[in-house]
Nanobody, 123 residues
């Protein structure tokens, strides 16, 4: 089954830290561009950070210097380390895999979303 399983969200005070994890199933992880998005209440989903299969990393301006995206191929997992959290970082965080091949290379150009994990930062 093709899915992304996220964990690590929760409630944290401002200036605190959290680490989100996203484990991929049913895709060839090394072929996927991985990213984290978030959606704050009443707002559109926005890209937070991305890590392509070629190794390119990008961050939204609002999180540069505070968040770090990384991936561990052996565990088929992408992480988002979030430091110096602010109230405006509150939202549901979604993991995304794009341009991925399915197991056995039977499918190509797959895009998969995780179920989302809630991050709440109290002021």
């Amino acid at each position: 089954q093709v899915q992304l399983v996220e964990s690590g969200g929760g409630l944290v005070q401002a200036e605190g830290s959290l680490r989100l994890s996203c484990e991929a199933h049913g895709i060839i992880f090394s072929t996927a561009d991985m990213a984290w998005y978030r959606q704050a209440p009443g707002k559109q989903r926005e890209l937070v950070a991305s890590f392509t299969k070629e190794g390119a990393i990008n961050y939204a301006d609002s999180v540069k210097g505070r968040f770090t995206i990384s991936r561990e191929e052996a565990k088929r997992t992408v992480y988002l380390q979030m430091n110096s959290l602010k109230a405006e970082d509150t939202g549901v965080y979604y993991c995304n895999a794009a341009r991925a091949y399915g197991l056995g290379y039977r499918e190509r150009n797959l895009e998969v979303w995780g179920q989302g994990t809630l991050v709440t930062v109290s002021a």
